[in-house]
Structures are given as C-alpha cells and as structure tokens.
C-alpha cells in the first residue's frame, strides 16, 4: 500500500489569473514473487487533482478524479535477459462525470541486459491511450547504472509528484537515507462536465515536472519520501466533445510540495 499528496503553488496564467492544484493519490498493490527477478503483481488505485483558479482566470474544470487497475510482470529468461510488462486501465474525469468517458488503455513494457553488476540497458515502449486523440508511442531507454557504491541512474517510478516513469539520479547516504531527482515529459487528458466552458470537452494540463526527493527506508517496511518538485513549460488546453482544438493557455513555472509514504504488511 502506498500514497501520497503533492500541492502545486500558484502558477501565473497567460492573459491574466493564476491557479494552483492539491494533488492525492493511493494505491495497493498484490502480488506473487517466485524468485528476486520474477513476479507478477496487480494494482488499484486512485486519487484526484484539485484545481484552483483564481477570480481573474479562466476557470476551465475544477476536481479531476483518476482511476487505474493495472498488471506488473517481470521475468528473469536468462542470466543476461530479463523481460517486463504492464498493462493498465486508467480513467481521467472531472468530478460528476461517468468514469467510463474517461477511460484509456495503457502499456510499458521492455527488456533488460545485464552487461555487468553494475549496468542493466534495454528497449522499452510506452503505449498511452488518450481521450478523443490518437494513441500515442514513446520509446524509453531502460538504465539501471549503478555508477559509484552511492550514486545510481535509474529509469525510476512516479506516483504523486507524476503519472509514470522517468529518469532519476539516486544518491544513496545510507541504507536508510536517499536523495535523489527526476524528470520526465508529464501529459494528462481528462474528460470535462457538461456545464463548464467547454461542455463534454477533454481538459489537457502538460508540462516537465523536474524534482527532489529525500526518502527515509525502515527495512522491510516500507518508507517514506518529502517531495520538491519544479513544474516548467507548463500548458493548459482545452478541446470539444470530439476532441477539436479550442484554446490553450500557457503557465509560468511553479514549485510544489508533497510527500508519498509505502507500506509492506
């Protein structure tokens, strides 16, 4: 069981306004290993995104809630080989709004070699649905580097401070203290109410979200990790019920805050 809570502070609008978001999110997580290398895992979870804009903004949606039930498998098919994949279905609504119009199919999955003790490299692809637009493809290089006994690259995870994986740099203090940072390319679309400004529309907010963590490890446990996070090249789209271009806004950067905590039972 995990979750987690980020706060977005205010970020100035284009033409005027500013708004900043509460972000939540939980998730458990249940599943059966065979061996350190091979296990398969299913996941539920869940959290919203409360969006604020000030008297002077646009005021665009208000409360996104999100959905996801989804599969993690990895397997360990030769010394040097090993393969993952996760699939999952997410949803992305406004508050009000039938989760199904929301819905999207989603997968990551890649394989790994293993060149050394320390450098793990393989192809990845990210396949993401999207709300009223095409499918879209990403390749991803998977690195597991351990550079020095205490600093790693990584193909890391996201849960609130993001919505999927990105490149983090780990500095491991101790066994119990790490501090690292991470970015990736961040796109959300979600499906909008009937009474808004763009009735049955989709909501779009992208942006590069750059940030720290300091996480604290009580073995086997679980941890807990302080977020500081750097939101850049922010925008704020919005599009019809058939997914037709309307407007976007473009934000200026802003800082956020937050923490995820992670439990074993």
Do not use: C
């Not at 390319?185 to 909501?203: D, Q, S, T």
């Not at 907010?205 to 720290?212: A, L, Q, S, V």
């Not at 679980?222 to 850049?232: E, S």
């Amino acid at each position: 069981m995990r979750g987690g809570s980020v706060y977005n502070f205010d970020a100035d609008l284009e033409g005027g306004g500013s708004f900043y978001i509460n972000r939540f999110v939980a998730e458990a997580m249940f599943g059966r290993m065979w061996s350190y290398d091979s296990f398969l895992a299913v996941s539920i979870g869940g959290g919203q995104d409360d969006y604020h804009f000030s008297e002077k903004a646009f005021d665009p949606w208000n409360n996104i809630n999100n959905y996801r039930v989804g599969l993690y498998g990895q397997w360990k098919v030769s010394d040097k080989w090993s393969l993952f994949a996760a699939p999952s279905v997410r949803a992305y609504a406004e508050a009000a709004v039938d989760p199904l119009d929301g819905l999207t199919g989603n997968f990551f999955g890649g394989a790994s070699y293993t060149f050394s003790d320390r450098l793990s490299l393989g192809p990845a692809l990210a396949i993401t649905g999207q709300i009223a637009d095409d499918t879209r493809y990403y390749p991803v290089l998977l690195v597991n580097w351990k550079i020095s006994e205490s600093l790693s690259l990584d193909t890391g995870g996201g849960l609130a401070a993001t919505a999927g994986p990105g490149l983090a740099l780990v500095y491991e203090f101790s066994k119990h203290w790490k501090a690292g940072i991470t970015t990736r390319y961040e796109r959300k679309r979600f499906r909008l109410n009937h009474e808004g400004i763009a009735p049955n529309g989709v909501g779009e907010d992208r942006n590069i979200p750059i940030y720290g963590t300091l996480a604290y490890f009580f073995y086997p446990q679980g941890y807990i990790t302080a977020i500081f996070g750097y939101n850049a090249y922010g925008k704020l789209a919005l599009y019809d019920e058939q997914g037709r271009y309307l407007d976007e806004y473009e934000y200026d950067p802003s800082a956020s805050l937050g923490f995820v905590a992670s439990f074993r039972f």
